[in-house]
């Protein structure tokens, strides 16, 4: 059986989740080899010691690999899983760090040769800041590391998956790709169109009072604060999970207007019932 | 003039905000004085070194007072104002903490006998947790203390706020109150609900899968955070500012409604350009 300490990962992308985990697993494995088409992230993840080599050639990267991970936007990873599929070697796994999952799992199975191992994986430590500049090795430590193996995958494979996420710190978390895309559609997804609906419904309305600018607290920052997330990152998870992110809306808007319409026909004893026991549930979720 | 450093401050309802409060102006008046129901919390507000006195009876404790702070929730405080309003010595300054100032400028308006000075304040330090146990006199720092005379508050009056929040280290903002419950709406009262929504939406589909609890990540907790809010405070909150808050509904709903046609309609580019305002409009909020 493949042993994680053997391989040669390479990672291809080094922003704040790539970086971070090349550098978490540094030492680890044989070799840790970074792929980024800028000259200067290869030479800041050099500097900070995040990767053993760095090139900006996808093609050349690969070649050697044990393990490709990639993490890229979603529809950059489906493109570069054509890509790279013709020239990689006999047992390589191939991984990656989407936050959809269905789509990137189905491209795995039609894209890569049969003599290539496919692993989803979504770590959830997703930040509102990008870029090798935020990278940290601790990123990933006490994280839940989701795992979506697809059909072919094999338990090898999977093991192997489970061994790199406990190298950094994570806690490996095994799942169906559909699952994992209707769950994070409400517990991410959804978080990041309603602080940008927030943000909107603030800039169309009281940001035109200089006076709200002094006033937006902590309540504000918080509930907006993913609103700040990287456009082109959550443009492809939003495009490549729309029947979950719409179908979680919807139920938003439907627990949102019952909310609405208690404060509207002032029925207090309803309204207190109900935020008591929604802040009893968050408790529950955030002891 | 009246000046703070002369003036014995009675605050009413020493919980978060009060007890607080009460530490920060010790030593800066002749004189803090916390009334709260439970012996325990003037016990703890003694022991911390908060007050100077406490006592339960509300009356005895405003009787001498040269300024009363009213701090518990809004609905109390009006009824407060009822109370207190024959028992107060001339020239003597009522202001509150509540978070909705319509309402209660109108009942000081209205309770207050001619020799009592009128002022609503509302600083913006508020936090999801509450009691005297989390209070801390860094409280008010830096933190916006929005000040709402009512007609026939004085200028000496409104000098004597604006001392008392830059004597606890606040930054005054003097507003009408109706202006101030408009934009609190939108800024603070509007994020609650979104929380509230949010966790109950979550409650409602994926928190029957135990995986979804490992899942839940930083985007849900801080979009939720404030979800965790005093059940009480809140109530009065949203029942006293309903038509400003239903209306930043409106416009909320509005905006999430224009996000999700375009994801539906897989409108990337004019998805790319409102997220990137959005996360523009962002930045500028909190740079």
Redo the contacts between chains.
């Keep these: 059986m493949k042993s994680l300490s053997d391989c040669t990962v390479v990672i291809v992308g080094l922003g704040l989740m790539g970086a971070s985990l090349a550098g978490a697993l540094r030492g680890k494995c044989a070799r840790v080899v970074g792929v980024a088409r800028r000259a200067e992230v290869i030479e800041t993840a050099l500097a900070r010691g995040f990767i053993d080599e760095g090139t900006p050639n996808l093609i050349a990267g690969v070649r050697d690999a044990d393990v490709v991970v990639l993490s890229t936007p979603v529809r950059v990873i489906i493109q570069q899983l054509a890509e790279i599929a013709p020239h990689l070697r006999s047992g390589c796994v191939v991984m990656d760090l989407g936050s959809t999952k269905k789509n990137i799992v189905d491209a795995m199975e039609r894209l890569l040769p049969e003599h290539v191992q496919p692993l989803g994986a979504h770590p959830?430590?997703?930040?509102e800041t990008s870029g090798i500049e935020v990278a940290e090795i601790t990123l990933y430590r006490e994280r839940?590391f989701?795992l979506t193996p697809s059909p072919r995958t094999t338990a090898e494979t999977l093991a192997l998956g489970v061994a790199l996420a406990e190298a950094v710190g994570a806690?490996p978390?095994v799942?169906d790709a559909d699952?994992?895309d209707?769950?994070?559609g409400?517990?991410?997804h959804?978080?990041?169109?309603?602080?940008?609906?927030?943000?909107?419904?603030?800039?169309?309305?009281?940001?035109k009072?200089p006076?709200?600018?002094?006033?937006?607290?902590?309540?504000?920052?918080?509930?907006?604060?993913?609103?700040?997330?990287d456009?082109?990152m959550?443009?492809d998870i939003?495009?490549t999970n729309?029947a979950h992110?719409?179908e979680?809306?919807r139920?938003?808007?439907e627990?949102?207007r019952?909310?609405?319409a208690m404060?509207?026909a002032?029925d207090?004893d309803a309204?207190?019932a109900?935020?008591?026991h929604?802040?009893n549930?968050?408790?529950e979720?955030?002891p």
Tied chains: 1, 2.
């Design positions: 959830m430590c997703g930040k839940t989701i806690k978390l799942l699952r994992q209707y769950i994070v409400t517990v991410s959804l978080p990041y169109l309603l602080a940008c609906a927030l943000v909107a419904t603030a800039d169309a309305t009281t940001s009072d006076a709200a600018w002094k006033i937006v607290a902590g309540g504000f920052r918080d509930t907006s604060r993913v609103a700040g997330s456009v082109t959550m443009l939003l495009m729309q992110v719409l979680a809306v139920v938003f808007e627990q949102l019952s909310l609405t404060i509207a002032g207090e309204l207190r109900r935020l008591t929604i802040r549930t968050r408790k979720m955030f």
